[in-house]
């Protein structure tokens, strides 16, 4: 894999999916280096064997980035961090004057929300800023993201299902929109197999799981995983996201917002056949990626299940 390729530059290298990113370019023996913005950042980055560039796409601060590329003919640049801060033109216009030529952009499915979110517009702005470049590119753009811990989804409805014996959602029409969760190790696995197929320059694929599932069912299968019961209780969307608006405006750091409540009425299953066409993309089933979670998360913390 990455046979072509001896250098990998990487953005976002220190996120949930970017820090798999960056261990499993350097387990396939590349010299990787990331853009870091703090001591923190060096250090966590170091610790993967890789080698921090200080920057900063907030002040648009990425000239000793890529005045470290030495062979842009041999070089991947690949992008994790998000699509929805106004970022990407002035990347896109670093990379071209840089030499490289072969990128991989992660963008995200939300992009087909139909609620007027106001990183909508940002994040197609920045696709196209992409697809009008003179770049090799390929955008990757995968639904919600868990098989972790950290993943800031489903270990945190794991957790809420061990510790309540009744658990509160807003189940719009009874649960019934789709979701089509995909592990983190498969998003790794196609955003690294996508640089080595010419078939991918100048496309983006929807990246899923295996399957969709309604959200009823998932939480299901999350309680069934966890070895729990809990109760279900369903309130209705308008009041769940007035009391998610409240949260938000009261508290410092919100960990929810009132978009994510109005999400779940969404389907947000998506069509992966052409990464599987294209790139033999194999998700798993969320079957068996949120049994891994759950043994990961059973493993490495305090919690208790029984």
């Known amino acids: 894999m990455l046979d072509e390729f001896e250098d990998i530059f990487i953005i976002g290298g220190t996120g949930f999916t970017g820090a798999r990113i960056v261990k499993a370019s350097v387990g396939l023996g590349k010299n990787v280096f990331v853009l870091s913005r703090s001591s923190e950042s060096n250090k966590k980055i170091r610790g993967l064997n890789a080698v921090p560039i200080s920057g900063n796409l907030d002040g648009n601060d990425l000239g000793a980035f890529f005045d470290e590329v030495k062979e842009p003919k041999s ?6 961090a998000s699509m929805g801060f106004g970022h990407i033109e002035g990347v896109v216009r670093r990379l071209e004057s840089s030499g490289i030529k072969r990128a991989i ?3 995200t499915s939300s992009i087909y929300t139909s609620l007027p979110v106001s990183s909508k517009p940002i ?6 800023a992409v697809m ?5 590119w ?10 972790d811990m950290g993943d800031r989804n489903m270990e945190r409805l794991i957790n809420l299902v061990n510790k309540l014996p009744i658990v509160v959602l807003p189940l719009i029409d009874n649960g019934a929109a789709l979701q089509q969760p995909v592990h983190v190790d498969d ?11 010419d078939i991918a320059i100048s496309k983006a694929y929807d990246i899923g799981g295996r399957d969709s599932i309604t959200l009823k069912n998932l939480f299901k299968q999350v309680s069934e995983t966890a070895r729990k019961k809990p109760i279900l ?26 978009e994510q409540i109005n999400r779940l009425a969404e ?15 194999q998700p798993r089933s969320f079957y068996d990626g949120i049994k891994e979670e759950f043994q990961k998360i059973t493993l490495n913390s305090n919690i208790k299940f029984k």
């Open 75 to 80: 070089t991947l640049f690949i992008y994790t």
């Open 105 to 107: 952009f992660t963008s």
């Open 123 to 128: 994040r197609l702005k920045a696709e196209q």
């Open 132 to 136: 009008s470049s003179s770049l090799d």
């Open 138 to 147: 390929t955008i990757i753009r995968p639904t919600m993201i868990y098989g």
């Open 187 to 197: 998003l790794v696995s196609v955003i690294l197999t996508a640089a080595d197929f």
């Open 233 to 258: 209780v369903n309130v209705p969307s308008r009041t769940a996201a007035s009391f998610v608006r409240l949260y938000a405006k009261t508290t410092k750091n919100p960990k929810l917002k009132e």
């Open 267 to 281: 389907n947000k299953n998506v069509d992966i056949s052409n990464a599987i066409n294209d790139l033999n993309y």
